[in-house]
């Protein structure tokens, strides 16, 4: 009974989880467009402020993408372990893995391993 309980608890977690993420992308979306448009307008050049609203999209996406594979893998603790579902569970972590590397690539506009490079000839400390 008690594990049933648990069980049920940490499956409502992660669909709250799945939800915050959704939210979390929506309002990326929408934040992003917001200043877009705050900064074209102000600038009056719509295409000097597209490069931010391009990397603003991505980083509300990513953060988003991070939580729904948070979820993906608490859901799958709660299903009876399969082939299948281990299996399933590793595509979606590897489809969103490949998104959320795709996106900071293109946000940062270089590959990880050459972003300390890029930092230091910028002037700007070590991430790590």
């Known amino acids: 009974m008690t594990e049933q309980i648990i069980h ?6 992660a669909k709250a989880l ?3 993420g959704v939210a979390i992308i929506v309002g990326g979306i929408i934040l992003a467009t917001l200043m877009f448009i705050r900064d074209g307008r102000r600038a009056g050049d719509w295409q000097s402020a ?3 609203y ?6 509300g996406i ?4 991070e939580l729904l594979v948070g979820a993906d893998i608490i859901s799958t603790i709660t299903a009876p372990l399969t082939i299948e579902s281990v299996g399933l569970l590793a595509g ?9 590397f795709s996106l ?3 946000i940062e506009g270089c590959w990880p391993w050459q972003r300390a490079a890029k930092d230091a000839a910028r002037g700007e400390p070590d991430r790590r």
């Open 50 to 52: 597209y490069p931010n």
């Open 92 to 100: 979606i972590v590897l489809i969103r893995t490949f998104l959320s």
């Open 18 to 20: 799945e939800l915050v």
């Open 8 to 13: 049920a608890y940490v499956d409502q977690l």
């Open 54 to 59: 391009r990397s603003n999209i991505g980083r």
């Open 104 to 106: 900071e690539t293109e």
């Open 62 to 65: 990513l953060l988003g993408l």
